[in-house]
């Protein structure tokens, strides 16, 4: 009898290489159809005259939808005599590689289909590609139509030749690699082994899928459980989180990062029964601490002794789903544990040709279902490893408004830990846990809090739009405040000048200045040229959940031919140096979250686009 | 050691947990059904005895009464916030649809006024991958448009259980924390667990349910299975499709197709 585990296994392969039959025949055998299936298609065989071939059992159920019955295209059942298996087979449509990639990351092992006629094929070695990047590491290769080679082994040999060295150099290990001889059409080393080939002693198909491992939780690897939220349901404060790696005690002394709190688990929370004295790699947990330190999503706990990397800079390998290429300076939100946060493309080392799996490092973008290598930088540090190290906090998604475009893995070559460098000069800060929450600003405001932050060229209009953003959100009974360039060069910045270095220096400033307003209950509206990507960004990596850049896009003609302060002028005459549109540069946002466009709008008409956006992000 | 229950739970919990961080708006739905309460008591595990999001019974009015005895007793006895909404008369409901399924559409029709009415943004639902073709290809954060529709055939990645969880303004996400149980296996856990169930489920008379909607296109299963064990051991032998008894999936070819497009669930 099997017993109740499940073992999912990915079916891929070049079109034509006989997929549908290897799975059609595999069914068959271990008599896995339902009753009547097979008789049906052979009568429909019949009626149209036409030799029955094990595929048209998938086209099929296909065809039928088969409803309700457990067969059907993207989730095969069965059971052999040592297990349940799932087999996992996406359809060949246009969509085959999204869902292949769904398929595939939950997949313990694949099978590899090859037409012993024409070989590894092109697709063949980006399937391999793709599977190597999700995590799969024990692989079937069966070496199909046997019988349109007349069973020759020598023919075998030199496919299986030419495939395994493919799969090696991907990084696949050779002790977990299995090549099977097989004619599907015949039944020939499906389940039973047959009679056409007694030069091949190894394991059927049935025999070799019984040979796979399950895959196991990671319990022997260094803890790492990444944060998912805080309850208070009632008086316990549980800290909820899936343990990825490793294993944990009750009194165990966690720290998590990035934040570098530390406290010792004091319980783990169950429910119907509490939820004993140890969890390990695979269980969902709750956990009361010993002590109140903030903590939040995002965060990975860990033991001391061994942390996670905490890196602002990463290299990665991913595979690349969008139609819109992906180029250096592209920013993206990136999703790693719990983690979610924007991240920018610093370059394109390599891209992985699926024709020869050689490198080619002069490609400057990746296209749609490219396997490519890239560095990134993030808004602020975060917990991560590198994929060989632990896989589930080295591994990654990347989102483009709301949309899945690419699935990858932290290179280890290159990650730098950034503990203890960089950021805070003085190490004797502690943050004060504030005993109002900025939430119960909120509820006492009626509103969010957080920064709006305007940046455009001089004359575009900022100023004119954030003095009526604030007249219109006070009227409203709404906390609002105006940061000007005029009103803090006067004071907070009146030392500073105009070079890179000190416009740098007083975005700095602004953003401090800004965040501080913003957990205290106002909307901040800023109102800088902030001609500097890097410096914006870093204003955001301050406040990142409230910050929204609202790129006031109005075009330098019109500016100029404003020039409300005759600014433009006296630059264009060389009165004034380091300009910004004149002769200093301004670095348009890439993706802000609102973008004016000026030219040719009233006032009006641009106010109430913004204040719509405002309302719609700051409503409680 | 985890047993194959345990990982299934835990990953469920998972599941769940990232709903409720990151979707405002969340309701379970809570058809009463033996899957639906799989889902309550896994809200009940990931949340430490609390359900803290509505529960929500769009009502076809045709339920069998054991099921509204049912609702009404464990809306209490589980601290539930029952949401109930009810359907439009099979008048109103597109009447190119075959019979069964027309009256099966009244409860999409039901739930789309529901979503409509409260401002939903994100479903919990307990469908599962093994019930019938359809649902195998669903994802476990499934973005809709507002109108409810679903795409099949455009479905986005989903990468290891990173998931793509917010909806974009104006759509909503259906989460399907059950998508990697069978039913073998819900029975395996209703067992552990000890998880009340309607009657319905258990043999009188030589017939049972195998699964429950309305009682005008609902029909037993012939058995003797009235106990949770006697079902397993029922599972375990039949070649027979557990929605067998549900009308609407086998009036035409594309019958449930189009209504799991239009949002069935």
Not at chain 2, 71 to 91: A, Q
Not at chain 2, 107 to 112: F, H, V
Request: hydrophobic content about 40%; aromatic content about 8%.
């Amino acid at each position: 009898m099997a017993d109740q585990s499940l073992l999912n296994v990915v079916f891929v392969g070049h079109v034509d290489h006989g997929k549908s039959t290897v799975i059609g025949r595999l069914l068959g055998d271990l008599n896995a159809l339902p009753d009547g299936k097979l008789e049906a298609v052979k009568a429909m065989c019949d009626r149209r005259g036409m030799p029955f071939e094990w595929a048209f059992l998938l086209d099929a159920f296909q065809a039928e939808r088969d409803q309700g019955i457990t067969i059907d295209t993207a989730r095969i059942f069965f059971a052999t005599n040592r297990r349940r298996y799932a087999i996992i087979d996406a359809p060949g449509h246009k969509e085959f590689l999204r869902n292949m990639v769904t398929g595939a990351s939950g997949a313990d092992a694949a099978v590899l289909i090859v037409d012993a006629q024409e070989g590894v094929a092109e697709q063949t070695r980006r399937h391999a590609l793709i599977l190597n990047l999700i995590g799969i590491r024990q692989v079937i290769l069966v070496v199909n139509k046997m019988d349109l080679v007349g069973y020759a082994g020598d023919r075998f040999a030199a496919i299986v030749e030419e495939a395994e060295s493919r799969l090696l150099s991907l990084g696949f290990d050779r002790s977990r690699l299995t090549a099977i001889p097989v004619a599907a059409r015949n039944g020939d080393g499906i389940v039973a082994a047959g009679d056409n080939m007694p030069w091949y002693q190894g394991p059927t198909l049935i025999e070799a899928l019984d040979g796979l491992d399950e895959k196991t939780a990671p319990v022997g690897l260094p803890l790492r459980l990444p944060v998912e939220d805080i309850y208070k349901f009632d008086d316990r404060r549980i800290i909820a989180g899936k343990v990825e790696a490793g294993r944990l005690s009750v009194g165990d002394e966690l720290l998590f990062t990035p934040s570098g709190h530390h406290a010792r688990i004091a319980a783990i929370e169950g429910w119907p029964e509490a939820g004993g004295e140890r969890a390990e790699a695979g269980q969902s947990v709750g956990l009361q601490l010993d002590d109140d330190i903030f903590v939040e999503r995002g965060e990975v706990a860990s033991l001391p002794g061994t942390p996670p990397v905490l890196a602002d800079r990463f290299r990665a390998r991913l595979f690349w789903l969008s139609d819109i290429s992906l180029t250096v300076g592209r920013r993206l939100q990136l999703m790693i544990g719990t983690a979610s946060l924007a991240v920018r493309v610093v370059s394109i080392d390599a891209v992985l040709s699926s024709e020869d799996l050689s490198r080619d490092e002069d490609r400057e973008d990746a296209v749609r279902h490219d396997v490519v290598e890239a560095s990134f930088e993030t808004v602020r540090p975060i917990a991560l490893d590198a994929f060989e190290d632990c896989p589930a906090t080295g591994r990654f998604i990347l989102q483009d408004q709301y949309r899945v475009v690419a699935g990858g893995v932290v290179l280890r070559d290159g990650l730098t830990d950034r503990r203890g460098g960089a950021g805070v000069k003085s190490r004797n800060i502690t943050r004060v846990i504030h005993s109002v929450p900025t939430e119960d600003r909120w509820r006492m405001n009626g509103h969010r809090s957080g920064v709006v932050w305007l940046t455009g060229l001089s004359g575009s209009g900022k100023s004119t739009l954030a003095i009526a953003l604030e007249e219109a959100l006070f009227r409203k009974g709404w906390q609002a405040y105006v940061l000007d360039g005029d009103n803090i060069r006067y004071g907070l910045s009146g030392d500073l000048g105009f070079s890179p270095e000190d416009r740098a220096e007083n975005i700095r400033r602004v953003g401090e200045v800004s965040s501080l307003m913003a957990r205290a209950g106002q909307i901040v509206i800023t109102a800088f040229i902030s001609p500097y990507r890097s410096d914006r960004d870093r204003a955001r990596s301050i406040l990142p959940d409230g910050f929204h850049e609202v790129f006031v896009d109005t075009s330098l003609a019109e500016c100029e031919r404003r020039d409300p302060k005759g600014l433009y002028a006296k630059a264009r005459a060389g009165e004034i140096r380091d300009f910004t549109g004149i002769d200093a540069p301004y670095e348009a946002p890439e993706t802000p979250e609102l973008r004016l466009v000026t030219d040719g709008r009233e006032v009006e008409e641009n106010l109430r686009e913004l204040l719509r956006y405002i309302e719609r992000q700051f409503a409680l | 050691m985890m047993t194959h229950l345990d990982e299934l739970e835990s990953r469920s919990i998972h599941i769940l947990r990232e709903a409720y961080a990151r979707i405002d708006r969340l309701m379970v739905l809570w058809s009463l059904g033996k899957d639906s309460n799989v889902l309550i008591w896994l809200l009940r595990k990931a949340f430490f005895g609390h359900v803290p999001i509505p529960a929500v019974h769009v009502d076809t009015g045709k339920k069998f009464p054991e099921m509204y005895a049912f609702r009404e007793h464990y809306k209490t006895e589980w601290n539930i916030r029952l949401v109930t909404g009810d359907c439009p008369p099979v008048e109103e409901i597109d009447p190119s649809l075959p019979p069964a399924a027309r009256s099966a559409a009244r409860k999409t029709a039901g739930l789309k006024r529901l979503i409509e009415r409260e401002g939903y943004n994100g479903i919990i639902a307990g469908i599962r991958r093994d019930e019938e073709g359809l649902r195998a290809k669903e994802r476990v954060f499934s973005p809709r448009a507002a109108s409810g529709e679903w795409d099949f055939r455009d479905q986005p990645p989903e990468f290891w259980d990173l998931f793509s969880a917010e909806p974009a303004p104006g759509c909503q996400m259906r989460v399907h924390p059950l998508l990697h149980w069978t039913e073998l296996d819900i029975w395996r856990y209703i067992e552990r667990e000890n998880i009340p169930l309607v009657d319905l489920y258990f043999a009188r008379d030589g017939k049972r349910y195998r699964s429950l909607g309305d009682q005008d296109i609902t029909s037993p299963i012939s058995s003797n299975a009235s106990t949770v064990a006697e079902i397993i051991a029922e599972l375990q032998t039949t070649k027979i499709a557990e929605r067998s008894g549900r009308a609407m999936d086998h009036e035409s070819e594309d019958a449930f197709e189009r209504l799991r497009a239009d949002g069935y669930m």
